[in-house]
């Protein structure tokens, strides 16, 4: 009997009982639940997930829910983190059942180095539970910690339990056994029992002792000793242990004397290396030699160091035996040996005597002079004391006894004091005189003593008179040597003679020496000559005097001052005195020698014999001058005023100043430009007399402005023009200006012209940014694609008339057909580059000096650089004027990057396929290595894009494929499914084949080894290379057989009805295959043993196949012939199709190269695509850019991914670097694939995604992503 579950519309359990009968017998029941077909749904869950890690799965229920309900999610280990912690509840309702809701599940960082399976258990109200395992994959490393409070250890001894203790980083997940061993056993050992320390999870972290001794040596000098801990799985730890030897010897060698008051040196050194730093005590028992330094530190790195030993003077003459000792004076470690050295001190001294104190004594006074010995004389010494002349010097003993007893009274150090008595004598002269001290076996020594003369004057020689006003010389010298210096002080009796200098000085050298004195003879208002008494004297020196007569020189005169014009109609003063005291009253008369010009008054004028007040000879009295009008004429005159009294005369002239004069303006008419400088001339109509101001005004300043106002005339320039300098200000018009020049002027006619201001201003733009700083035409600025910028603009002077301002951004000119017109600065964001309309900006004579907003935009334009382009802003009506600004236009497309098999790494080669209808998936097949399969196939789905979408599909797993079964993979998708076409380790034919889809994921595969199915044996299928002939159902493998020949297999998409052609006539090493669907043809690249470039060409059912030379065919082009990883595609863009066989050429220096040609492989012409940068072609891919007409080109060049971009015709190539920036491994064996989005307008969607073996991650598969950019 078969039961049928009927599907019903809730998503609960039922129970169901059937029942059985039978007539004439009772009634059978069976109960039984119906379990209801909703389940609980998981997705994006991940088998493993790596320690540091997260993942965000999404849970739901598979039907709609009739009534709410919840999901309880647990983790059994805390190893896997549900939303950070043991468990979550998600609450669905009816409407939402079906909808994922997140959980964010997490590895934390653990101390253990086991990787954990962690289930997760998923349950709700009646439904089935849902139970999964994830690996946490540890990624902790193990290390050993070794850590110390010591790092020497004395010779003899053991350290003790903390001194050094070892433990482990991380948790062992066992048992671990750490080894501790001395890198010299020598000088120092491992206490046995701690050589090996076990630890485990309980106790890895707990630090363990280390017991080691250092060794008794023969030698006396330290060892740095490697204390080593190792362990399975760890890097190897060293902790460094420096033995102290304790029989080290302090070592002094060098000097062996010093002589008194100089230097030698010491060499203080060590028998070997200390091993810790020493500090070593140096001394001296004799205060005849010194140290430099009393202590020196030796180092390990430097023990062997030198001091200065310095000999000091001392008071006698015996050479003295010093010892010098070096010592340690350590008490927590052992003491180094002390050292000594013998040093002789050797004395340098004689025996003197000294004489010092005063040295001279005034001629009737006394002097102290002092005596020692020099050295201690040992027993008691006379000293006998002289002087050569006694009639001027006498001493008070003739002779000092001096001893060794010190301190005492004759102590040979201390100086005695004797006393010198000067002699009254008759002569007015010094004298030398010699003291002689002397004693038996000593040198007589000798002291000078300069007698000081009290009885020296001075003497007067030269002039004897000075006449008034003028100079004479007189001199001066002492009577005889005053023995010291003197200063003679000259004094004048009457103020009638001054002297200069008014004091001289003398000594003994230039007693004898006349010095001048200048004598002056000074002006007075009297006119007697006058006798004076010149007085010198001084201390020490008798006064002397001698008398200079003053010879007066003064005659009586008539002074006049005052005003020298007169203004005409006007009045004036003149100042009238005498120049001597007339003694008695004197009348002086005045007169003018044109009264018709000029009168006066009073007329006579009397001065008295006084000073100081009114009518006195010396105080001024005023005459009155007044100018007479005349009427008749407009020039000046001059009259004379004369002054007598009796035979003495004086005369002083008075100008006439006319007021009669206008000011003319010369040179008129009178034109400036605007804010420039200019001039008008100004001179006078007649002689003015006297000096005239003219002052200039502008009758409007804000446009003219006056910047010489002022002009002065007299009688000698009044006809001369003279420059007014004007300036013409800028203003906000365009308008030719007539400004009024008024010139005025004190008892000057006023006058007046018109000057023309000639307007020069210009109308132009003044564009600034939103700060107001002015953008000066052609500027460059800076705009971010996608972001906008705002300017300003205005004018800077009114307008004649309304200007109107529109803008306009340079066009790009790129080679994409229907972007002919591509503008990438617009008015609008929003815009793809075909339309940049801004609106129009209208200024007028209201609004012209206020800013206008101009709003720009850089579009997310298809230039993956930088791009350099111009906007215009185009003036007209009022202003004719194109604006131009420059913009370099920053770009926002970087190339990105994606792991793209979830971080698995270890794939050794891969090959993608894609399904562009049924999921529109694409399956990543890789040669997986690693957690001990080697070459083993494995699988990644993802979307179109490269995303990954689904967990890793262990194909090797799932077929139980051995190892090295996934050599040289291929992955295609035919129909509904996938395929992998491998080789393996014997080069056997291994088809793959998923068997369905679960929810867009293949994880079900199976295995058909078709050399053993077909019975084709082993070295079958060399490197081969699958492809899909779509038309006929077949699936087509290019392989080597027998160790280089060609076969192509051809099967259907599920693996049967496999047959073959081989091909037996050549080796095709280095081949590649391609079939075009378009051209139906199937070529077949490979090189001959010179590795020149051919190809095979045949038709889909391997029929009609025919070989090309494609160097030769070439015509031999230079540098071509020697060709790796070649690779052909066809061009189906251009008209006609070419066939486009690329390469690696080492005569190129590993270069990439083109081969373009007919479809039938003639008519070919090379071409270097490297665009002249020096990047390899190995492992070179290449696709074509349709809609940009461009060919795309990767390789492998030194680790990273190159991208050469030609036109199609090979031509026009250049060289980018895709992936260094990320690291300079991580672009090896490049795959390329375009990324087409036609339903979207914005050609920014279209990507070029390069696939590439990322080895700086551990061979993970990564994606680099790159817009498909246009020229």
């Given at each position: 009997?078969?039961?049928?579950?009927?599907?019903?519309?809730?998503?609960?359990?039922?129970?169901?009982?059937?029942?059985?009968?039978?007539?004439?017998?009772?009634?059978?029941?069976?109960?039984?639940?119906?379990?209801?077909?909703?389940?609980?749904?998981?997705?994006?869950?991940?088998?493993?997930?790596?320690?540091?890690?997260?993942?965000?799965?999404?849970?739901?229920?598979?039907?709609?829910?009739?009534?709410?309900?919840?999901?309880?999610?647990?983790?059994?280990?805390?190893?896997?983190?549900?939303?950070?912690?043991?468990?979550?509840?998600?609450?669905?309702?009816?409407?939402?059942?079906?909808?994922?809701?997140?959980?964010?599940?997490?590895?934390?960082?653990?101390?253990?180095?086991?990787?954990?399976?962690?289930?997760?258990?998923?349950?709700?109200?009646?439904?089935?539970?849902?139970?999964?395992?994830?690996?946490?994959?540890?990624?902790?490393?193990?290390?050993?910690?070794?850590?110390?409070?010591?790092?020497?250890?004395?010779?003899?001894?053991?350290?003790?339990?903390?001194?050094?203790?070892?433990?482990?980083?991380?948790?062992?997940?066992?048992?671990?056994?750490?080894?501790?061993?001395?890198?010299?056993?020598?000088?120092?050992?491992?206490?046995?029992?701690?050589?090996?320390?076990?630890?485990?999870?309980?106790?890895?972290?707990?630090?363990?002792?280390?017991?080691?001794?250092?060794?008794?040596?023969?030698?006396?000098?330290?060892?740095?000793?490697?204390?080593?801990?190792?362990?399975?799985?760890?890097?190897?730890?060293?902790?460094?242990?420096?033995?102290?030897?304790?029989?080290?010897?302090?070592?002094?060698?060098?000097?062996?004397?010093?002589?008194?008051?100089?230097?030698?040196?010491?060499?203080?050194?060590?028998?070997?290396?200390?091993?810790?730093?020493?500090?070593?005590?140096?001394?001296?028992?004799?205060?005849?030699?010194?140290?430099?330094?009393?202590?020196?530190?030796?180092?390990?790195?430097?023990?062997?160091?030198?001091?200065?030993?310095?000999?000091?003077?001392?008071?006698?003459?015996?050479?003295?035996?010093?010892?010098?000792?070096?010592?340690?004076?350590?008490?927590?470690?052992?003491?180094?040996?002390?050292?000594?050295?013998?040093?002789?001190?050797?004395?340098?001294?004689?025996?003197?005597?000294?004489?010092?104190?005063?040295?001279?004594?005034?001629?009737?006074?006394?002097?102290?002079?002092?005596?020692?010995?020099?050295?201690?004389?040992?027993?008691?010494?006379?000293?006998?004391?002289?002087?050569?002349?006694?009639?001027?010097?006498?001493?008070?003993?003739?002779?000092?006894?001096?001893?060794?007893?010190?301190?005492?009274?004759?102590?040979?150090?201390?100086?005695?004091?004797?006393?010198?008595?000067?002699?009254?004598?008759?002569?007015?002269?010094?004298?030398?005189?010699?003291?002689?001290?002397?004693?038996?076996?000593?040198?007589?020594?000798?002291?000078?003593?300069?007698?000081?003369?009290?009885?020296?004057?001075?003497?007067?020689?030269?002039?004897?008179?000075?006449?008034?006003?003028?100079?004479?010389?007189?001199?001066?010298?002492?009577?005889?040597?005053?023995?010291?210096?003197?200063?003679?002080?000259?004094?004048?009796?009457?103020?009638?003679?001054?002297?200069?200098?008014?004091?001289?000085?003398?000594?003994?050298?230039?007693?004898?020496?006349?010095?001048?004195?200048?004598?002056?003879?000074?002006?007075?208002?009297?006119?007697?000559?006058?006798?004076?008494?010149?007085?010198?004297?001084?201390?020490?020196?008798?006064?002397?005097?001698?008398?200079?007569?003053?010879?007066?020189?003064?005659?009586?005169?008539?002074?006049?001052?005052?005003?020298?014009?007169?203004?005409?109609?006007?009045?004036?003063?003149?100042?009238?005195?005498?120049?001597?005291?007339?003694?008695?009253?004197?009348?002086?008369?005045?007169?003018?020698?044109?009264?018709?010009?000029?009168?006066?008054?009073?007329?006579?004028?009397?001065?008295?014999?006084?000073?100081?007040?009114?009518?006195?000879?010396?105080?001024?009295?005023?005459?009155?001058?007044?100018?007479?009008?005349?009427?008749?004429?407009?020039?000046?005159?001059?009259?004379?005023?004369?002054?007598?009294?009796?035979?003495?005369?004086?005369?002083?002239?008075?100008?006439?100043?006319?007021?009669?004069?206008?000011?003319?303006?010369?040179?008129?008419?009178?034109?400036?430009?605007?804010?420039?400088?200019?001039?008008?001339?100004?001179?006078?109509?007649?002689?003015?007399?006297?000096?005239?101001?003219?002052?200039?005004?502008?009758?409007?300043?804000?446009?003219?402005?006056?910047?010489?106002?002022?002009?002065?005339?007299?009688?000698?320039?009044?006809?001369?023009?003279?420059?007014?300098?004007?300036?013409?200000?800028?203003?906000?018009?365009?308008?030719?200006?007539?400004?009024?020049?008024?010139?005025?002027?004190?008892?000057?006619?006023?006058?007046?012209?018109?000057?023309?201001?000639?307007?020069?201003?210009?109308?132009?733009?003044?564009?600034?940014?939103?700060?107001?700083?002015?953008?000066?035409?052609?500027?460059?600025?800076?705009?971010?694609?996608?972001?906008?910028?705002?300017?300003?603009?205005?004018?800077?002077?009114?307008?004649?008339?309304?200007?109107?301002?529109?803008?306009?951004?340079?066009?790009?000119?790129?080679?994409?057909?229907?972007?002919?017109n591509y503008k990438i600065l617009s008015s609008n964001v929003a815009d793809y580059g075909l339309s940049n309309s801004f609106n129009p900006i209208i200024i007028n004579s209201t609004n012209y000096n206020q800013p206008q907003d101009i709003d720009i935009y850089a579009i997310e334009n298809l230039y993956i650089d930088d791009r350099n382009t111009q906007l215009y802003l185009n003036a007209s009506g009022g202003l004719t004027k194109t604006f131009t600004i420059n913009f370099l236009v920053k770009h926002n497309d970087p190339i990105t990057q994606d792991i793209v098999d979830g971080a698995w790494g270890g794939s050794d080669s891969?090959?993608?396929?894609?399904?562009?209808?049924?999921?529109?998936?694409?399956?990543?097949?890789?040669?997986?290595?690693?957690?001990?399969?080697?070459?083993?196939?494995?699988?990644?789905?993802?979307?179109?894009?490269?995303?990954?979408?689904?967990?890793?599909?262990?194909?090797?797993?799932?077929?139980?494929?051995?190892?090295?079964?996934?050599?040289?993979?291929?992955?295609?998708?035919?129909?509904?499914?996938?395929?992998?076409?491998?080789?393996?380790?014997?080069?056997?034919?291994?088809?793959?084949?998923?068997?369905?889809?679960?929810?867009?994921?293949?994880?079900?595969?199976?295995?058909?080894?078709?050399?053993?199915?077909?019975?084709?044996?082993?070295?079958?299928?060399?490197?081969?290379?699958?492809?899909?002939?779509?038309?006929?159902?077949?699936?087509?493998?290019?392989?080597?057989?027998?160790?280089?020949?060609?076969?192509?297999?051809?099967?259907?998409?599920?693996g049967t009805d496999l047959v073959y052609t081989d091909f037996l006539d050549k080796d095709y090493p280095a081949k590649n295959f391609y079939v075009d669907m378009v051209i139906k043809k199937i070529f077949i690249t490979y090189t001959d043993p010179n590795y020149t470039t051919l190809i095979k060409i045949c038709n889909l059912d391997i029929t009609g196949c025919q070989d090309q030379n494609l160097y030769t065919n070439s015509g031999s082009a230079g540098g071509a012939d020697r060709a790796f990883s070649v690779f052909p595609i066809v061009d189906t863009v251009s008209s006609p199709n070419k066939l486009l066989v690329f390469a690696?050429?080492?005569?190129?220096?590993?270069?990439?190269?083109?081969?373009?040609?007919?479809?039938?492989?003639?008519?070919?012409?090379?071409?270097?695509?490297?665009?002249?940068?020096?990047?390899?072609?190995?492992?070179?891919?290449?696709?074509?850019?349709?809609?940009?007409?461009?060919?795309?080109?990767?390789?492998?060049?030194?680790?990273?991914?190159?991208?050469?971009?030609?036109?199609?015709?090979?031509?026009?190539?250049?060289?980018?670097?895709?992936?260094?920036?990320?690291?300079?491994?991580?672009?090896?064996?490049?795959?390329?694939?375009?990324?087409?989005?036609?339903?979207?307008?914005?050609?920014?969607?279209?990507?070029?995604?390069?696939?590439?073996?990322?080895?700086?991650?551990?061979?993970?598969?990564?994606?680099?992503?790159?817009?498909?950019?246009?020229?």
């Amino acid at each position: 009997m078969t039961l049928l579950a009927v599907i019903d519309p809730d998503s609960t359990n039922n129970s169901v009982t059937l029942t059985f009968s039978m007539e004439g017998a009772p009634d059978l029941t069976y109960s039984l639940t119906v379990i209801d077909d909703n389940t609980i749904q998981v997705s994006n869950l991940p088998s493993t997930l790596l320690e540091g890690t997260n993942q965000t799965i999404g849970v739901r229920f598979s039907k709609t829910l009739l009534t709410n309900n919840s999901i309880i999610v647990t983790s059994n280990n805390p190893a896997i983190t549900l939303n950070g912690g043991s468990s979550v509840t998600l609450n669905y309702t009816t409407t939402n059942g079906t909808i994922d809701q997140p959980i964010t599940i997490a590895a934390p960082i653990d101390i253990n180095l086991a990787s954990e399976v962690v289930t997760l258990n998923f349950t709700a109200t009646g439904l089935a539970p849902l139970l999964t395992n994830i690996t946490a994959i540890d990624k902790d490393i193990q290390n050993i910690v070794a850590t110390g409070n010591i790092s020497t250890l004395i010779e003899g001894t053991t350290a003790v339990a903390g001194n050094l203790q070892v433990r482990l980083a991380q948790d062992p997940g066992g048992t671990a056994n750490i080894t501790v061993t001395s890198s010299d056993t020598s000088a120092l050992t491992i206490d046995p029992t701690t050589t090996t320390l076990t630890f485990d999870s309980t106790n890895w972290n707990v630090g363990r002792d280390v017991i080691f001794s250092a060794l008794e040596d023969t030698d006396e000098t330290s060892e740095t000793v490697n204390i080593i801990f190792n362990t399975p799985g760890a890097p190897l730890q060293i902790y460094n242990i420096i033995t102290i030897d304790n029989d080290t010897k302090i070592q002094l060698a060098g000097a062996s004397s010093v002589p008194e008051g100089g230097t030698n040196t010491l060499l203080v050194s060590l028998s070997g290396d200390p091993g810790i730093p020493r500090t070593i005590t140096l001394s001296s028992n004799s205060p005849s030699i010194t140290l430099s330094s009393s202590t020196l530190v030796l180092s390990p790195s430097n023990y062997s160091q030198s001091i200065t030993l310095n000999g000091v003077q001392d008071a006698n003459v015996l050479n003295e035996n010093v010892t010098i000792t070096g010592s340690d004076l350590s008490t927590t470690i052992p003491a180094i040996v002390v050292g000594t050295r013998n040093v002789t001190a050797i004395e340098d001294d004689t025996m003197n005597i000294v004489l010092s104190g005063s040295t001279s004594v005034t001629e009737g006074g006394t002097a102290t002079i002092s005596v020692k010995l020099t050295q201690d004389p040992t027993t008691p010494l006379a000293v006998n004391l002289s002087s050569d002349t006694t009639s001027s010097v006498t001493i008070d003993t003739s002779s000092l006894i001096f001893d060794s007893t010190c301190p005492g009274v004759n102590c040979w150090s201390n100086n005695r004091s004797v006393t010198l008595t000067g002699v009254e004598d008759g002569n007015e002269s010094s004298e030398n005189v010699t003291i002689s001290a002397s004693a038996t076996a000593v040198d007589t020594v000798t002291y000078n003593v300069t007698t000081i003369k009290n009885d020296t004057r001075p003497l007067f020689s030269g002039a004897t008179t000075v006449t008034e006003g003028s100079a004479s010389v007189m001199f001066v010298k002492l009577s005889g040597n005053p023995g010291t210096a003197r200063t003679v002080n000259l004094n004048s009796a009457l103020p009638a003679i001054t002297l200069d200098p008014s004091s001289l000085s003398f000594n003994s050298t230039n007693w004898n020496t006349t010095q001048a004195i200048t004598l002056s003879g000074v002006n007075d208002n009297n006119v007697l000559s006058e006798i004076v008494t010149i007085t010198a004297s001084g201390t020490g020196l008798v006064t002397n005097t001698t008398n200079i007569t003053a010879i007066d020189t003064n005659t009586m005169g008539i002074l006049i001052s005052g005003n020298s014009s007169v203004l005409e109609g006007s009045s004036t003063t003149i100042n009238v005195r005498l120049t001597q005291d007339p003694s008695t009253p004197l009348t002086v008369n005045l007169s003018s020698n044109n009264t018709g010009s000029v009168t006066i008054s009073p007329a006579t004028l009397t001065f008295n014999s006084c000073t100081g007040s009114a009518g006195c000879w010396d105080t001024n009295q005023t005459v009155t001058v007044t100018g007479v009008e005349d009427n008749g004429n407009a020039t000046t005159e001059a009259v004379t005023i004369t002054a007598t009294a009796g035979i003495i005369s004086q005369t002083w002239i008075v100008n006439t100043q006319d007021n009669d004069a206008t000011a003319q303006f010369v040179g008129s008419p009178f034109l400036i430009n605007e804010e420039g400088v200019g001039f008008v001339q100004i001179q006078l109509t007649a002689d003015p007399g006297a000096t005239r101001v003219l002052n200039t005004s502008s009758s409007n300043t804000s446009k003219l402005s006056v910047l010489t106002p002022t002009l002065s005339f007299n009688s000698s320039n009044w006809d001369i023009p003279q420059a007014v300098t004007l300036s013409a200000l800028s203003d906000e018009d365009v308008v030719d200006e007539s400004i009024t020049l008024n010139v005025t002027g004190t008892n000057v006619s006023p006058n007046s012209t018109t000057v023309t201001i000639k307007d020069n201003d210009t109308l132009k733009l003044i564009v600034t940014d939103e700060n107001g700083i002015e953008i000066p035409e052609f500027s460059l600025l800076n705009i971010n694609e996608g972001i906008g910028k705002k300017l300003k603009v205005k004018l800077n002077f009114i307008p004649p008339s309304d200007v109107t301002i529109n803008l306009d951004s340079q066009k790009t000119f790129p080679t994409t057909t229907g972007y002919e017109n591509y503008k990438i600065l617009s008015s609008n964001v929003a815009d793809y580059g075909l339309s940049n309309s801004f609106n129009p900006i209208i200024i007028n004579s209201t609004n012209y000096n206020q800013p206008q907003d101009i709003d720009i935009y850089a579009i997310e334009n298809l230039y993956i650089d930088d791009r350099n382009t111009q906007l215009y802003l185009n003036a007209s009506g009022g202003l004719t004027k194109t604006f131009t600004i420059n913009f370099l236009v920053k770009h926002n497309d970087p190339i990105t990057q994606d792991i793209v098999d979830g971080a698995w790494g270890g794939s050794d080669s891969f090959s993608i396929a894609y399904d562009y209808q049924y999921s529109k998936t694409m399956l990543i097949a890789t040669s997986y290595s690693g957690n001990l399969e080697n070459e083993v196939p494995m699988g990644f789905m993802s979307n179109l894009n490269g995303i990954i979408a689904r967990l890793p599909i262990m194909i090797f797993s799932s077929t139980g494929a051995a190892n090295y079964s996934a050599r040289s993979i291929n992955s295609l998708f035919v129909q509904n499914y996938w395929v992998i076409v491998s080789g393996s380790i014997d080069n056997k034919l291994n088809f793959f084949k998923s068997t369905g889809y679960i929810d867009g994921w293949c994880p079900i595969w199976v295995l058909s080894n078709l050399s053993d199915v077909y019975n084709l044996g082993a070295d079958s299928a060399h490197s081969p290379i699958a492809k899909l002939d779509t038309d006929n159902g077949k699936i087509l493998v290019a392989s080597n057989i027998n160790g280089g020949k060609l076969r192509i297999y051809k099967l259907n998409y599920d693996g049967t009805d496999l047959v073959y052609t081989d091909f037996l006539d050549k080796d095709y090493p280095a081949k590649n295959f391609y079939v075009d669907m378009v051209i139906k043809k199937i070529f077949i690249t490979y090189t001959d043993p010179n590795y020149t470039t051919l190809i095979k060409i045949c038709n889909l059912d391997i029929t009609g196949c025919q070989d090309q030379n494609l160097y030769t065919n070439s015509g031999s082009a230079g540098g071509a012939d020697r060709a790796f990883s070649v690779f052909p595609i066809v061009d189906t863009v251009s008209s006609p199709n070419k066939l486009l066989v690329f390469a690696q050429f080492t005569n190129l220096s590993e270069r990439p190269g083109l081969f373009r040609c007919d479809l039938d492989g003639t008519n070919c012409g090379f071409h270097d695509i490297s665009g002249g940068v020096q990047a390899s072609g190995t492992a070179i891919r290449a696709v074509i850019d349709k809609k940009n007409k461009k060919i795309l080109a990767v390789s492998t060049n030194n680790g990273s991914t190159a991208l050469f971009r030609c036109n199609l015709d090979g031509t026009n190539c250049s060289y980018r670097d895709l992936t260094s920036w990320l690291s300079l491994s991580a672009g090896h064996n490049p795959i390329p694939y375009i990324d087409e989005d036609d339903n979207n307008p914005d050609l920014r969607h279209r990507k070029l995604r390069v696939y590439t073996q990322n080895k700086a991650l551990g061979k993970v598969i990564s994606k680099f992503s790159m817009m498909l950019y246009i020229d």
